[in-house]
């Protein structure tokens, strides 16, 4: 209290890591009390107008009743003279042993070890590994993706034009919206920006009363949508990437979506990344559409590839061959976005990542890759985990969808459509060597942290040396690899 509490002016040297346990105690809503021994210690201070503040501080927590100081308290802590320090500090340690409270925080190393003595070692901390006790209930934030952000729903701005579909859509909107904007503890928001405009924009709901018979925890969709000015980059997969990335730290079994019969694009859109229909619809006739995000204890009723798309990403049974996929560091950057090295700086400025990053195939889930290695032997369902060369690791993981080998371009451009780095030309380009161009349509499943190092898949006996060309794992480096991904 005292360290973020400035007398005259001068400031505590804990105060930074106060204001910290402070702020982090009110965000969780945990209870911060004092004790009738802290007043009464207050009270023997000497500088009168020190004291007055100090105790009108000592106002903003709530006060405990005094807890009796119990005769086995006293053979374990030791006996004190009535009215002395110590014996302030045996009440403040009667609190802890009444189980008045949950945590005794305190800079007083002397007391610290008294309540060590006492067998309440572990629940008398300093305020340092206090403010780390708390820092480590706090969920683990993860990034999304270049130029998704997290906002607070009260920080949405109603007049925003992207809102103007679902006015017409529900009458009722501007209500419902003002509640939202009311319940950003319980919701959470990302945001595409263009130009100051949204983009892009989708609101979570973490509910604990859901109305339909869906597995929970359950997060609802309440709002999904991609302004009619920007259709065609991919903003909707970019927003579905962040939202399935984020609920990656949470206990979350089930996401679901009502969506109106009229948005008819919206549920094939959705289908497509393992929404399902129930058969539930809500008061208004809309579809209740449903992912599950718990994979299955026996998962033999679907092949690896449906596997991923209903329970991922990310999900993968890797129960097919994995390939190693070398690529050139430039288009690694552009078809990965999130582990190009401007875009982690960028994570670090005041600005972010640069609008030069955003492309159709760095937001997409589903990709493409061309080559024009000489293999066959890529398919449906098989796991690829991509080399880059520049920093000899593998960080990004994808599963096939789909494989073509062709020497016409026209074929190969309506295969990836807007999912690859490759141009028109370049493609053109490709298909005109010997063996063509290998086409291979794929998902991406998710980053490693840390990601596998060459040296690691080299131990692992899954590779023999770098990867030139799509090369298969070696069959003994498999377990190891499956480890890693499979769980």
């Known amino acids: ?66 807890a009796p100081v119990t005769s086995e308290l006293g053979k374990r802590a030791g006996v004190s003279s009535p009215g002395s320090n110590d014996e302030r500090d045996l009440r403040l340690l009667a609190e802890l042993h009444a189980g008045a409270v949950t945590y005794l925080v305190t800079d007083d190393g002397r007391l610290r070890r008294r309540a060590a003595r006492a067998g309440l070692g572990d629940r008398a901390l300093s305020l340092a590994d206090a403010a780390a006790l708390l820092a480590g209930f706090e969920p683990t934030e993860i ?35 003002a509640v939202v904007r009311r319940q950003s503890d319980t919701r959470r ?81 959705l289908a497509a990344f393992g929404f399902v229909d129930q058969g539930h619809r809500s008061g208004r006739g809309e579809h209740v559409v449903t992912k599950c995000l718990r994979p299955p204890a026996d998962p033999t009723q679907h092949s690896d590839l449906d596997h991923h798309v209903l329970y991922g990403p990310p999900a993968l049974l890797c129960r097919q061959r994995v390939f190693a996929v070398p690529i050139e560091p430039r288009w690694h950057d552009q078809l990965f976005p999130e582990r190009a090295p401007r875009y982690q700086s960028a994570q670090l400025t005041l600005f972010g990542p640069t ?20 293999t066959n ?31 016409d371009p026209n074929e190969v451009t309506q295969f990836v459509g807007r999912r690859t780095v490759y141009t028109a030309t370049e493609i053109a380009a490709m298909t005109r060597r010997a063996r063509g161009v290998l086409a291979i349509r794929f998902r991406q ?32 480096g498999i377990p190891w690899v499956q480890d890693l991904l499979v769980g």
């Open 1 to 66: 209290m005292i360290a973020v509490e400035p007398f005259s002016g001068e400031l505590e040297g804990n105060m930074e890591l106060g204001v910290r346990f402070l702020r982090l105690a009110n965000e969780q809503r945990h209870l911060l009390c004092v004790a009738p021994a802290t007043r009464d210690d207050l009270l023997e201070g000497t500088d009168v107008v020190r004291r007055r503040q100090r105790l009108a501080e000592l106002g903003k927590f709530h006060l405990l009743a005094e």
């Open 355 to 374: 609008q030069e990053q955003t492309h159709p195939w760095g937001n997409a889930i589903r990709k493409a890759y061309l080559c024009n290695a000489s």
């Open 143 to 177: 990034t999304p993706p270049p130029r998704v952000a997290t906002v607070p729903c009260y920080a949405l701005n109603p007049d925003d034009k992207i809102f103007d579909g679902l006015r017409f859509d529900y009458p009722e909107f501007d209500e419902w919206f």
């Open 189 to 269: 928001c990302f945001v595409i920006e263009e130009d100051g405009a949204y983009a892009a924009l989708a609101l979570l709901k973490f509910e604990t009363d859901c109305v339909y018979l869906i597995e929970g925890p359950v997060v609802k969709i309440s709002t999904f949508k991609v302004s009619e000015d920007h259709s065609g980059v991919k903003y909707g997969e970019l927003l579905l990437k962040a939202i399935l990335l984020s609920l990656t730290t949470t206990e979350s079994a089930s996401l679901y979506v009502e969506v109106l019969p009229s948005h008819a694009e919206v549920i094939d859109f």
């Open 445 to 476: 499943d998710r980053f490693l942290e840390p990601p596998i190092t060459l040296t690691d898949m080299q131990l692992a006996g899954a590779l023999r040396s770098w990867p030139q060309s799509i090369t298969r794992l070696r069959q003994q």
């Open 377 to 407: 032997q890529v398919e449906e369902g098989d796991v690829l985990l991509f080399y880059r060369s520049s920093v000899q690791n593998f960080s990004a993981v994808g599963i096939v969808e789909d494989v073509l080998r062709s020497s």
